[in-house]
């Protein structure tokens, strides 16, 4: 088995991505950090979103594991004291894995240019100044003319990271769709959306028609993609589920509830 361990370099990180190597050199895993079967990402959620975009391209083979150097995170089921423990899982290794879903972003520019990117947490569009106007279109067919700071799509996944705070619901990670959540929407005899967070099936796709003339920023998890450019403004940008998904190597269930408890909630009851 190859094993690539990704940091975020901070102290605490650093002293346990120093003890997986110590552990793993008594084993016969290698470590590999260029074509890895397993990621073990050292840090926080965002530590793992990070680790999910730099081996995006191999997503099919490999699996990741969270460690996460403060509190239980979302996508960050081990703790730094464990890391014995979690290296005897990895010796015993027998490929056991469990996926989630991720969504494409497909944007299209004013200049026929097209991007795509993968997110795994969500995707924000937002404008630079004032409010922005946009049609969402739900496969294919107009569903409202949204004016407002912004619109956030997220994944299962990502449904207790930025779409929790701008009030989206969090969605049970066995449930595979999208949900659309408005930053700040404008409500008014001129402008009138649901108001509330929708969200919609595996089989359906958000298309948001974009005016040219707004200067818009489309964010993907950590990523930017910027409309600012007179000559290459943002057009639209599509929504879908991804035939691709993200593996974790499931050593052990963590129930997903008591996570949101622990984090949201923790210690009121
Ligand atoms: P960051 O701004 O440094 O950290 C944002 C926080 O979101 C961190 O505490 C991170 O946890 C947590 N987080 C990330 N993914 C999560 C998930 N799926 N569920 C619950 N919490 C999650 O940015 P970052 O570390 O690069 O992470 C980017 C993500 O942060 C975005 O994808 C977005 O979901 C989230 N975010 C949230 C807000 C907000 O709530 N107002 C604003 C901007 C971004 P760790 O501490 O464990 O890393």
Not at 156 to 168: A, E, F, M, Q, W
Not at 240 to 246: F, Y
């Amino acid at each position: 088995m190859r094993v690539a361990v990704y940091s975020n370099h901070t102290d605490d990180s650093n002293r346990v991505t120093k003890r997986i190597n110590q552990l793993l050199e008594q084993t016969d895993i290698i470590i590999d950090d260029v074509s890895p079967d397993v990621v073990l990402s050292v840090g926080g959620d965002g530590t793992l979103l990070s680790a999910f975009h730099h081996y995006r391209n191999q997503l099919s083979h490999v699996r990741f594991v969270g460690i996460h150097t403060g509190h239980l995170g979302f996508y960050t089921d081990w703790r730094d004291f464990e890391v014995d423990q979690l290296v005897d899982s990895l010796k015993q290794d027998n490929g056991q894995r469990v996926s989630y879903p991720l969504m494409d972003v497909d944007i299209k520019y004013t200049d026929g240019s097209q991007e795509h990117f993968v997110a795994l947490n969500e995707s924000t569009i937002k404008k630079i100044e004032n409010t922005m106007v946009c049609d969402i279109y739900i496969k294919g067919q107009l569903f409202e003319r949204f004016r407002g700071d912004g619109l956030c799509i997220s994944t299962p996944t990502g449904s207790t990271g930025y779409n929790k705070s701008i009030g989206g619901a969090v969605i049970d990670p066995s449930l595979v769709g999208l949900q659309l959540s408005e930053i700040a929407s404008i409500n008014n005899r001129v402008f009138r959306t649901l108001g509330s967070p929708i969200i919609v099936g595996k089989d359906q796709y958000l298309d948001l028609e974009l005016r040219t003339e707004d200067r818009l920023i489309v964010s993907c998890d950590q990523f930017q993609a910027h409309g600012l450019d007179e000559q290459r403004a943002i057009a639209s940008v599509r929504y879908q589920i991804s035939m691709n998904e993200i593996y974790f190597a499931r050593y052990r269930h963590t129930n997903f509830w008591e996570r949101v408890d622990e984090a949201f909630i923790g210690g009121s009851k």
